[in-house]
Structure formats: C-alpha cells, structure tokens
C-alpha cells in the first residue's frame, strides 16, 4: 500500500504561490483586516466550548452569515430556482432555511478543521469502502476520489486523514488573511497540497501511487472545460478528470460526503472505480460526473455548496444568470464618475 509522504520543512512537495498577499506579515493589521480578524476572534473563542453548545450556535451563525452577505443569500436563492423550478415558494424557503443551518453548523464545523487537534476527529465520522483504495493501489494504480463542495470538506478532510493518507487539491482564498489562517491549518494535517493549476503535481502523485480528493464542480475559466448539463442546465466542467485519468491511468472512484443526522461529523463513502472510464469523450465524461453529483446533492440538498456560483460561465449567445458582484458594480461607477470628471 502506497501513501503520500508528509513535506519537510523547506519541501517544494506543496505548490504554494508564495506571494507577499498571502504571507503572514505586518500588513495584516491594516484596518480592512480588522473584520477579518474579529471573526477569527469570535471562532477561538466559540471553539473553547463544548462542541455540543457550539454546534447549538451554528443555527444563528448561519442566520448571521446570510444577514450580512446579501449577495450570496440571492445566489443561494437563484440556484434554488434555478435548480429546483418544481418546487413552489413555500418548499423553496423551507429548503433555504435547512441550507442556512447547514451552513452555520458548517462554520462551526470549519473552526474545528482549523485549530481542533487530531484525536478530536477519532470520533467524528465514519468511512466505508476503503477497500476500493487498496485494491487499486494494490494494482499499482494511483486514485482520483471525485467528489463535490458539501459542507466543511476541510473537516470532511480530517476525518478521513485519521483513517488513510490522502492528497488535497487546494486554491486562493480571495481574503489573504483568511487564505493565510487556512492554508497553515491544511499544512499542518495534509499529506500534500496540490494547487488545482498545478498539473505537473497531479499527475506526479497519481503516478506514484497516491490518492487524491479532487472536486471539479466548481466553475473555472472556459479553458479547459465544457459545458455539461446539472440539473438540466448547461454548467462549466473541468475536464481534468478526464485528463488526469488518460495520463496516468489513475482508478477514479466517486466520493459521497454526508453530515451524519446528528450532526456530528461525516459519513464518507468511497465507491467503486468508474467503469470505462475516460468514456469516449470529455463531454460524456461530464455529463457522467455531474449526473453522479446531481444524484448525491437531490438526497440531501442542504448540504451542497450553493453560495457558489455554479452557473457563473455560459454557453456562447446565453445570458447572465446571476448579478454583478456589488464590488465589481461600486469599481463600475467609480469608473464612470472618473469619465466624466
């Protein structure tokens, strides 16, 4: 059985992009910091209670979260209607309110990926079908885990780092601060990190054997990518999968993440290799990959990551789903009012 090797100090094992944004340095005092930081405050401070009392708050946290980011409440709610156009405004709010519990107990649960130690994980989940791991490794095979964005896939992450050793893919938080906080913690507890733009560390760990948790429901830039239908609508996939597949002959088993009904921690279902797989184009291989997602998110909505947005690119002549970002409208009229000064 092969495993990822954890980095020395000084290893270029992890790609970080080691830019003076995303270091930690005198600049995080800033002002513009200054929220950032509060929040950082209130999550050690919420992480010294029991963690009963502290998922008892992820209710109102997430409350709180959608009260002071208007922007991602609509998103959630375009998707929704987007998504789910068979439901009436009465089943529509009802699931709205699931996701925004989902998503407090998600923050609560995001503070403990961070700063939790590792024996707090030894009871916070269970994993099943490992064994589909080793069979591939056995065959000398790397592993691709192909899953989506449910819930905190950070705390997802540690519970199945207690049981076997696992790549992750990672990218820039858009908050230096925060991408700061985050990417120590990920250094601390993973194997490896692979920057999703580094192919050479994808491929490189698949051809020695590794496995690797990749998420590719995320829309990226056209490059790279088709469009496949999810949930009947043309979304941006990366074809990665299909890529990374080809190059190394790596097994690709789908990766189901649940949050337990207690609400204590995950159950992680690791399923059988994809058969025929790459299929017989990176279009079908799409499709394949968000039926397979599509299927996971319609047995437990609330948990997927729907402050994302998932219909961002379209398909040539299509229009816009979602409105500008408020930043990108303020950038528009400070343009604007400069033009005419």
Not at 14 to 25: C, D, F, M, Q, S
Not at 60 to 81: D, K
Not at 121 to 133: A, C, N, P, R, T
Request: glycine share 6%; charged share 25%; with cysteine.
């Amino acid at each position: 059985m092969r495993s990822c090797t954890p980095p020395s100090p000084g290893s270029t094992a992890i790609p970080l992009k080691a830019t003076p944004e995303h270091t930690a340095n005198a600049s995080f005092v800033a002002p513009r910091f200054w929220p950032t930081w509060l929040g950082l405050s209130l999550a050690r401070l919420l992480r010294l209670l029991p963690y009963r009392l502290q998922l008892a708050a992820g209710p109102a946290l997430g409350r709180l979260f959608m009260l002071i980011n208007p922007y991602r409440r609509l998103i959630v709610n375009t998707n929704l209607a987007l998504c789910f156009p068979q439901q009436d405004d009465r089943e529509r709010q009802q699931l709205y309110r699931r996701i925004v519990r989902s998503t407090g107990l998600s923050l609560v649960e995001e503070a403990a990926s961070i700063w939790a130690p590792n024996t707090f994980f030894d009871g916070m989940g269970e994993v099943q079908g490992l064994e589909h791991v080793e069979a591939a490794q056995a065959q000398g095979k790397g592993v691709l885990l192909l899953s989506g964005h449910f819930c905190s896939v950070d705390f997802a992450g540690r519970v199945l780092l207690r049981r076997y050793p696992v790549c992750f893919t990672y990218q820039e938080l858009r908050n230096p601060l925060s991408n700061h906080i985050l990417t120590a913690a990920r250094n601390k507890y993973a194997h490896r990190l692979i920057h999703r733009h580094d192919i050479r560390g994808f491929i490189k760990a698949l051809k020695d054997g590794e496995v690797v948790w990749y998420a590719p429901d995320q829309s990226q830039a056209r490059k790279n990518s088709v469009f496949a239908p999810f949930f009947g609508i043309q979304a941006n996939t990366l074809t990665a999968t299909t890529k990374l597949a080809k190059i190394t002959g790596a097994a690709v088993l789908p990766f189901e993440i649940k949050r337990l009904p207690d609400d204590r921690g995950y159950a992680l279902t690791i399923q059988p290799p994809l058969k025929d797989f790459p299929g017989e184009s990176e279009v079908a291989d799409a499709t394949r990959f968000n039926a397979l997602l599509e299927t996971q998110v319609r047995e437990n909505p609330e948990q997927y990551l729907w402050l994302h947005r998932r219909f961002k690119k379209r398909p040539e002549g299509e229009e816009k789903l979602y409105p500008q970002k408020p930043r990108r409208v303020r950038r528009l009229k400070r343009e604007q009012r400069k033009a005419r000064q």
